[in-house]
């Protein structure tokens, strides 16, 4: 019997935010591919293009004209998964058959009128615009009164459903606590009951003190692979002070965040030499009224890519079926990201 | 205000086998789609092929030859996430750094010598072969003293991650019980140990009765999309029986089985007039020893696409962070799978 090397041996690691397991599989990361690849972004995009229906001042498919804008622009989505209307609903519904209509609103927000950029690209003080529009958009939507919960997220990347790569985001906001959200509140809520510590705080305290996972700090942030991560590359930013939601954000911690988001999606492209997919999303009280004591600040990074910008990772059969499963370990991964450059490929002299 | 209308409205629906909700979004369904689009399956293969390494009497990357097997055909996995050796545990972990060792068997099963097959163009009688396998299997597996859960699923396509076409699937026989099949029969259990029934049991009757979203029924078992599918075409074989596990099949429904596995997979290849992608797999009692009277087979598809063999549904961003979502109602798949033909496209006569 040899003994246990967690870079070695396959073992389950626990996620204290979903009270799930995963499993890890180092073994594996050397396996061929001979599977489906990916096609690589185009490299070189135009400031502003015609046929870009987000771009400054071109006309949208339901025929609405984008005004001129500069930096962030935000409008409602003209495909949306929600509606405002409030509809009558006479059947209770119950058991095998339970439903229950959902109201919502969703919004589009372009980062900058930039259509050749993304966030890594941005200088600081235009993300910490975008920072500024999630709280302006958060306080907005949260005060109406049939909206429970705002869901602020980006997917970008053709290989994560993005079908336009001007630089922009998404708000869904809805009158229900969606069924992650509630899951990781539940479990914030439980272990601040016992202990009247936020989970993160104290997660962040004893990361800070492993130094395994942790890939950028600053005054107010970390962004780091956690213990439990499930995606190659995944990552999440948390802030250091227990912050509820975006509204309890400093001036200060604006511009921490904008400045780890910036340093952190540098890292992402750095990685391959390339426009990094992902999606990504902030996690944060919902706006349902209640006290939220539980709550901490975080957003999640899952980005799909595991050897190349040709070869991501398959969440399928058994993933689907059983349990989320990863070959390179989360401490590898961190010190992949951790050792590359701040700076952005495009911008280096080599 | 309207009066609600689930072909038109958000709402959400109710999954009482994973006890979370999703979000549908009908009026979703006819948004224009300008992103990425995926690439045809080839729809010629040789009987035979000197390059896989599934194939009767090739040689695979490890150096083991494939005996010259003629129906299925079962070897262990070249490259498993999984590893049998017992290692040596010595530290205690617990807290944000929770992790166990992992023991387990990743097996690889072909259904077929013949590389040019799937399931629904095989004979009902092979197809009954694969059946008899999984039993075997499960039987073989459970019985290890350190086996407590078998997983048996299949990739099919290469947007699924199947990176050969040679008709197989998988099983992975592993220690603990994965994270999803335990959360599934936590809710089995809570609705077994309050009304003395079986949840899929009751779920079926219902589902007879209501008549919207069954695909198939023989005998001994029906396919339908489940009321709280989230994949588009997501589908669902349950037995009528109370069955715990493969091990309790009658011979007959051994057949009844691999007869609605041809039916059905029949109608998804004819969907779209394309070898249909998907992951499937079987949820039934564990094999840890321990009595499982709540459980009740069933067997999970999860297809991706969403309208055509070109455009899948991405489960991105919303969908990681916050609620499971689709576009087209669980009925309108029901009926569209439900009207398509029992003979495959190929053998069609047009
Ligand atoms: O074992 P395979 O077919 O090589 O690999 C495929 O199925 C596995 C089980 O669902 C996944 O973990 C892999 O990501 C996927 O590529
Ligand atoms: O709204 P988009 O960008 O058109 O669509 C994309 O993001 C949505 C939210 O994650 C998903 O529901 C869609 O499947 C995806 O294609």
Chains 1, 2 share one sequence.
């Not at 958060?138 to 869901?151: C, F």
């Not at 104290?202 to 800070?208: F, I, W």
């Not at 227990?242 to 910036?262: C, G, H, Q, T």
């Not at 799909?304 to 991964?333: C, H, N, W």
Request: glycine share 4%.
């Amino acid at each position: 019997n040899s003994s246990f090397d967690q870079k070695k041996h396959p073992h389950r690691r626990y996620n204290p935010l979903l009270d799930e397991w995963i499993l890890v599989s180092p073994q594996r990361a050397n396996r061929p591919w001979q599977g489906q690849t990916e096609k690589r972004a185009e490299e070189r995009l135009p400031a502003h293009d015609e046929n870009c229906y987000l771009c400054s001042g071109n006309t949208r498919v339901n025929g609405d004209k984008n005004p001129d804008y500069k930096g962030v622009f935000v409008f409602e989505n003209d495909f949306g998964s929600l509606m405002k209307d409030e509809v009558e609903f006479a059947e209770e519904t119950s058991g095998f058959f339970s439903l229950q209509p959902e109201r919502g609103i969703n919004r589009v927000i372009c980062f900058s009128e930039n259509h050749s950029l993304t966030l890594p690209e941005m200088e600081v003080d235009d993300i910490k615009k975008v920072v500024d529009v999630w709280q302006n958009q958060y306080r907005e939507l949260g005060n109406l009164d049939y909206i429970n919960h705002v869901q602020i997220f980006e997917n970008k990347g053709q290989i994560m459903g993005c079908s336009n790569p001007h630089p922009h985001g998404q708000i869904w906001a809805q009158s229900s606590i969606p069924s992650i959200v509630l899951k990781t509140q539940d479990n914030l809520k439980r272990y601040f009951d016992k202990s009247g510590n936020s989970l993160l705080e104290d997660y962040v305290k004893k990361e800070l003190e492993a130094d395994e996972r942790i890939i950028l700090e600053n005054e107010d942030f970390i962004a780091i692979v956690p213990f439990w991560a499930v995606w190659p590359y995944e990552t999440m930013i948390v802030s250091k002070r227990k912050i509820e939601n975006v509204l309890d954000f400093y001036d200060r911690e604006k511009l921490s965040l904008a400045s780890i988001l910036k340093d952190l999606t540098t890292k992402y492209d750095n990685l391959f030499e390339m426009s990094f997919p992902y999606s990504a999303g902030i996690h944060q009280s919902p706006t349902d009224g209640n006290s939220h004591t539980e709550w901490h600040f975080h957003m999640h990074f899952y980005p799909p890519l595991l050897r190349s910008a040709e070869v991501k990772k398959f969440m399928v059969g058994y993933e689907m079926l059983a349990e989320p499963q990863r070959d390179i370990t989360p401490e590898q991964s961190a010190e992949i990201l951790k050792n590359l450059s701040n700076i952005h490929y495009k911008k280096q002299i080599k």
